[in-house]
């Protein structure tokens, strides 16, 4: 009879590791960049505000993201693209919706194109800011906004 008892604890606690095992919450982690992202980013009333896309994206300590060839695209009430942001290497953060670069970025809005170096982009701001060879194209006549 002790046998028996012996076994069935046994078998009890092999069931309860088992379990155990199988219903504990998983921990991701990554060990390679992933490739072809999509984040969207929606407003209170679930309005897609933002789209950011990148061919790889590695998630930094800081709750950022390396991505490379991203792109964001500032959306507008009928999914509309406002403006974009395009770099070939940049991190961003999204729950404070910031984006930063060394490299080249390019910006192109509806009357403008920008071209720098060494970027950040405040989304919640709308701030764009570039320290090194800014260059921005206007696609309209501008001579009203700057002529005394």
Avoid at 35 to 59: A, S
């Amino acid at each position: 009879m002790k046998s028996f008892f012996s076994r069935i604890s046994k078998l009890v606690l092999i069931s309860f590791l088992l379990s155990s095992l199988l219903h504990s919450e998983p921990e991701i982690v990554p060990t390679a960049p992933a490739r072809g992202l999509y984040v969207p980013v929606f407003d209170t009333n679930g309005v897609k505000i933002w789209e950011i896309t990148g061919f790889t994206g590695e998630i930094l300590g800081n709750s950022s993201i390396a991505m490379s060839n991203m792109l964001i695209n500032r959306c507008g009430k009928n999914n509309d693209v406002i403006f974009t942001i395009e770099s070939g290497c940049a991190n961003i953060t999204p729950s404070s919706n910031f984006a930063a670069g060394d490299g080249v970025v390019v910006v192109n809005g509806k009357n403008f194109t920008a071209v720098a170096r060494d970027w950040n982009f405040f989304g919640g701001e709308k701030r764009f800011a570039a320290s090194r060879d800014v260059k921005v194209v206007f696609n309209e006549n501008v001579a009203e906004f700057i002529a005394p």
